[in-house]
């Protein structure tokens, strides 16, 4: 089975850093991936592992742990605009399936 | 844009109808995949087809149904609808071992 965990909400000021952490118990492994998905719109691909370490994209850095079951994805000098949903998905090696957290919302304030 | 094509965008249907869902994924992608997302829920895998053939399946209902056809278009089936199948369904398609592309998805609004 696959069990992916996420906090529901986190809310951060704008210039701001903010972590969001992702668990995950899955039966094989083939990467994790962050989406973001404002309210009612597709989710948009923002980063991925595969390997353990960190992987840096602008303001956007994703961590990976393999074997401890965790990433985290770092967002720098917040904006307004990334207040969000956050989907954090493990893809298995089988299926090559993309299993998705329940998401982390994120209210960036001024 | 992705290059993930849905149609319709929105949809009203009454409770007991059916109605298909069309996805048209990237050029050249292999998978498929469909997702439900309920109000203020996560993307719940529905299923998944790989070059035509079923590879996944989710908490797909017995109501649903997919396919993909040899073009490699897919289209979800949802049968006997009820007021709790209103959500927003996604298509994703993705080449091998990269991330996923999503569509915009359908709103299907069951009344």
């Known amino acids: ?110 | 844009d992705s290059g993930v094509t849905q149609t319709p965008k929105h949809l009203i249907t009454a409770t007991g109808q059916r109605v298909t869902l069309r996805c048209s994924p990237r050029s050249g992608d292999l998978s498929v995949y469909w997702y439900q997302q309920s109000l203020d829920q996560g993307l719940q895998f529905l299923i998944q087809y790989y070059n035509g053939e079923e590879r996944a399946k989710g908490n797909i209902l017995e109501r649903f149904s997919a396919q993909q056809f040899p073009d490699l278009h897919s289209e979800l089936n949802l049968s006997s609808l009820e007021l709790g199948d209103s959500a927003l369904y996604f298509c994703a398609s993705s080449p091998r071992n990269t991330e996923a592309f999503f569509g915009q998805g359908t709103r299907l609004t069951v009344v």
């Open chain 1, 1 to 110: 089975g696959q069990n992916i965990d996420q906090p529901t909400e986190m809310t951060a000021t704008e210039g701001a850093i903010v972590q969001i952490n992702c668990t995950y118990q899955t039966s094989g492994f083939n990467g994790l991936f962050w989406y973001q998905q404002h309210a009612g719109e597709a989710p948009t691909f923002l980063s991925y592992n595969v390997l353990d370490g960190l992987e840096e994209k602008g303001r956007f850095s994703s961590f990976l742990s393999r074997s401890k079951g965790y990433s985290y994805l770092l967002l720098k000098e917040l904006q307004m605009k990334d207040s969000a949903s956050y989907l954090c998905a493990v893809r298995d090696n089988y299926g090559q399936n993309f299993v998705f957290g329940p998401g982390t919302r994120l209210s960036v304030l001024p």
